[in-house]
């Protein structure tokens, strides 16, 4: 898709945008202040630019005169971009002009990596977990009358280089049929070991030459959401993708009420069977998506936290929830897939990621898997930020991890006017330092209902880098605005005028939704600092952060650091690896070094529970703060703050 | 039980007898030969002995006249021995006193041996396949709460120095109810791996302790019966056996009426589900008989012929009958025995012998194990006799081996008055070598059916050494005797009178009879030359003898000699396994040692299929003779046969 240059004067600030990009977007990355109420719908007329040069589509609503035209005035909201173009923010008065010093941030999320198959292939790490051999065996006489498996072993053997072979039962009860199908010739199926020197499985025997075409399956088992994908394992291309509701929610929204629900009569066979009725329908999905058949998928690969895998495995999880919190294992061994209950071919062994502790799953250990994190140089610091985020710090030489208890502040959760990321939601936001007017930026540009967890970070990180909130999270009493008010004994601001909501009430945000936020960024950042403190480190040597889930394309770099949820580093080494359990799970179907890796990884990786750990509590206390007590792991935000009060 | 020295007279030939035999079962194993027709009846009345010192029980019927006893007469055949006794065989005629010349043979059968558990244990060979471990782990704390299979794992790794554990699904779905059911006290059940260096399986897990009980079963699934045994793995004594008739015999006497019923539509799963009933029936049968919970049988080991070994597996046997005759497998691995159908504890893997061939079968490999013949420093020589006779030829550094076509002569087939091994059948003989009167000696001691078996080979050889039948099994047509006559072009000897049988019928012995008897030893003894031919061995060198399956122990080892079926051999240096497959299958189950050893051992066993190997046909047409074209390799029999001559 083509890109184009927009420069924001008197500011001469220049971003490159995607076409059809808005340029409220634009000014937004741009780190630039337009006033607008109304998210983006066109309504509240407020954010009129003038297009200096260059052109954009649409941009025109009856609240422009046909004078502010003739002007180039346009709605910065409904201006769609479709060329370079140059844009003047109007200045209407001297508290306009007096911004011009003050220096914004722009908008960053993190560079979005996938692993790639060929530098796999480059690095030596492709060693494919199930392949396909095409064999035209000798037929037998009287001379040469060996048994079939004898016949096929040592044929792989003599003409393919394989020594270690063993052959299932299910192969040899249709060994005899399909040898004598077509002329002794025949596809094998082998499944390599994850060490070398052990032996390879023969799992499927099939007529004639069937060897270009293996496939497998990864598998992400959200607590909320299944997401499948089919590999192809001679391309390593993903060649289809589905996600569907987890069933299970029915029956509770979070892994501790799925516990308590399993703990019931017949609970854990319910929650396993909707489980499984989720992932089959995946599953079913995806396949008719590749277009391939339901025996020709060799493999399954799947990850999940602790509380998923058990339920989906069948095992009791009832201790997972109960202190002091004992999942029942990390490894699981290679399952057949028909016995668990998944609806696949009879040959196919599924593969389950291990788990560290009742809190740390196979979907993070599949994370730092997928992600690289154990083979990385630098001091990186993993992060799946949710109701539970979880992270994961460590490089090469060693790992440690740990649950944090955020609370569902990221999730909308908690927040007088959270909601989750969907339409209507605030998920961008600037104030003017002066008139502190807002810049409300909502998905879907419709107006907004109410705010998400992304637009509450940026929300909070800019009225506290303004002034307008101090570092302990409490609004500047003194500021001469409507916006800032006492309601009921509790102070707030008001993001947006109940004309300019769907809602038919002001959206406001208020110093308790601030420090229920401050809570949840002070767990993770304090569990940073407490897995650092334990291994003698410090949070200021973090070379490298990367994010995954969902949560973590959104977030605004720069703010996220800002109110201290992020430890400040480069934005440039943050990265985003998307759903990494299905990353990991995908990585895993794709090469053995990966598994192979993994039961070295949970070895060395060491599990704290951040309760049990005594200084996490005092990490905690300094952190609930605006970034932080200590302001010397800020600095950048330290000379920025220095620079405003300047000005 | 008491032992009594019998000595007969005039051939003062002295023999050692236990209490409550008969006198005329001394004369057989004396070699001394008094008239007898009604098989030990009395009714004949005619094995009239004098008791000249000691005393005997009973032996008098109204055939004995007043002034007979008082002379001390009795009849052989109803006299009981129950001290040492001093017989006399009356001579009342100068032909009866020629034979006091005569050297015979004295019945001799195989020493019976039977592996012992103590000399396993010396000879370092003892590696029990599963062993169970008490284990009292410290409950999870706050600061100690890992997972529950790591705890498992990690205090079997540090207490009992188990350094490689791998824990089953079913372990792990378990283990968290199981280690609180008692305080972390548990005894875990481990299945050792073949191969040092590769990993324990934790099968099973129970809480408290229940080291103390663990038992295995092992099973021979024969074509005609199924025996099973309970064997106590902590001390090695078999607790109980039973055996049943395979219910398959309703579909098929043989395999291969029962491969050609398994070819029909839904024959293999209703011949696999029949076995399955019988081997379940006797399953539950050794449980009761050994007071043992089927939970608490740990493992079970099979041995069967190729075609009931894949009817058992479910695996198409139909390759089986056709040419070029391929089993479809020789190893099977480890196989979970609730998904064979087997009525076991779900943690039960099932471990079936290998095979060697399509006739050469899982029965015949375990009697190798058991039987010690892959460990030998002998050149030996191992044969199972039945309608198919395998052989097994070799020592410690080389085996061969091969189904030889014998027939069912050994089992009364093909010969007019054959019958099984059952009450009536003749089973020992002895022929006055100058009136031509038999000495007949019936299972049951009743009056004679039919011959069985082994009756049939003491009955040709003692003609044969006698000179009435010549080495081409033909009758001397010129001897004065009524017994000897032709029948409808046919030639025979009158064995039992009509009136001494229960059938109504003069029994006899043609030379039809004789003929197919001949085939069936030289189908035997051939194959016996071709496998040493292939080695460049001559049938001269073999140093002992193995005899395998029930017939072998009934077996008169010179007899066996002379017909040409056993090669000449001293008979102390012929042993009698009884069912080697059960042994095998015991063995198994006893210590991995076998497990080990029987990877290496069907490496090593070269299978020659007999009708493919050029010598074979040459080696079975100088075999078609009594007792073979080449005296050379008879030399005891050649003495004696020269000896006759003179006298």
Chains 1, 2 share one sequence.
């Not at 400040?568 to 759903?579: A, K, L, Q, S």
Request: charged share 25%.
């Amino acid at each position: 898709m083509a890109t184009f240059k927009v420069v924001f004067l008197p500011y001469n600030r220049e971003v490159t945008m995607r076409e059809g990009e808005t340029l409220i977007r634009a000014a937004m990355e741009a780190g630039v202040h337009i006033n607008a109420s109304c998210g983006g719908e066109g309504v509240c007329g407020k954010c009129r630019v003038i297009i200096e040069s260059g052109a954009v589509k649409d941009g025109i609503t009856e609240k422009l005169s046909a004078e502010d035209l003739e002007k180039g005035y346009r709605l910065a909201c409904r201006s769609v971009i479709c060329g370079d173009v140059t844009v003047r923010i109007p200045i209407e008065s001297e508290v306009d002009a007096s911004v011009l010093k003050l220096q914004f941030t722009g908008r960053k999320t993190a560079h979005i990596i996938q692993p790639d198959f060929g530098a796999l292939k480059e690095q030596g790490l492709f060693i494919p977990p199930v392949e396909k051999r095409y064999l035209e065996l000798p037929e037998p006489t009287a001379q040469d009358n060996m048994p079939d498996t004898t016949r096929l072993v040592g044929f792989l053997k003599l003409h393919h280089d394989e020594h270690r072979l063993a052959v299932s039962l299910p192969v040899i009860r249709k060994l005899p049929d399909t040898l004598r199908a077509d002329h002794f010739r025949v596809t094998a199926t082998l499944v390599r070991p994850v060490q070398s020197g052990r032996k390879s499985n023969i799992i499927h025997i099939e007529p004639g030459d069937t060897s270009d075409r293996n496939f497998a399956i990864a598998l992400d088992i959200g607590t909320t959401t299944i997401y499948g994908e089919v590999i192809d394992l001679k391309s390593g291309e993903v060649l289809s993708a589905a996600a569907d509701f987890n069933d299970q929610i029915s029956y509770g929204e979070d892994v501790i009420t799925r516990i308590v629900f399993a703990e019931k009569p017949g609970g854990l066979e319910k929650l396993n069977a909707v489980v499984l009725e989720t992932i089959n329908r995946v599953i079913g999905k995806i396949i008719r998506r590749a277009r391939v058949g339901r025996e020709e998928i060799s493999s399954i690969t799947l990850a999940g936290n602790t509380t998923m895998t058990q339920l989906f495995l069948k095992v009791e999880p009832r201790y997972i929830r109960r202190s002091p919190y004992v999942p029942a294992a990390t490894l699981y061994p290679p399952i057949n897939a028909v016995s668990l209950g998944l609806d696949l071919g009879d040959h196919v062994e599924a593969l389950v990621y291990p788990q560290i502790s009742s809190y740390v799953g196979g979907d993070i250990v599949a994370g730092v898997m997928g992600s690289g994190i154990y083979r990385a140089d630098e001091l990186t610091l993993f992060m799946d930020i949710g109701t539970n985020a979880e992270i994961v710090i460590g490089n090469r030489d060693w790992l440690a991890c740990a649950a944090c208890s955020a609370g569902p502040a990221f999730e909308g959760g908690g927040v007088q006017f959270g909601m989750r990321a969907t339409k209507g939601a605030i998920e961008d936001f600037s104030i003017h330092p002066r008139t502190f007017e807002p810049m409300n930026v909502t998905i879907g540009s419709v107006r907004p209902k109410g705010i998400c967890g992304s637009g509450l970070i940026i929300m909070v990180a800019t009225l506290f880098e303004i002034g307008i909130v101090d570092s302990k999270g409490k609004y500047n009493r003194d500021l001469e605005t409507s916006r800032i008010r006492e309601t009921d004994g509790v102070w707030e601001y008001v993001v947006a005028w109940q004309a300019d909501t769907q809602i038919d009430r002001d959206i406001v945000l208020t110093e308790i939704d601030i420090e229920n936020l401050m809570r949840a960024k002070a767990a993770i950042y304090s569990g940073c600092q407490t897995l650092l403190d334990e291994v003698g480190l410090d949070i200021s040597m973090i070379e490298q952060i990367i994010l995954a889930g969902g949560f973590g394309s959104y977030i605004d770099l720069e703010k996220a650091m800002t109110i201290g949820l992020l430890p400040e580093i480069d934005p440039e080494r943050v990265t985003f690896v998307g759903n990494s359990s299905l990353m990991g799970a995908r990585m895993s179907a794709l090469t053995n070094r990966i598994r192979l890796d993994v039961a070295e990884v949970i070895q060395r990786m060491t599990n704290f529970e951040l309760s049990e750990t005594p200084s996490y509590m005092d990490h905690y206390v300094a952190a609930l703060f605006l970034p932080h007590t200590d302001m010397d792991n800020f600095p950048r935000l330290k000379a920025r703050l220095e620079n405003r009060n300047k000005i």
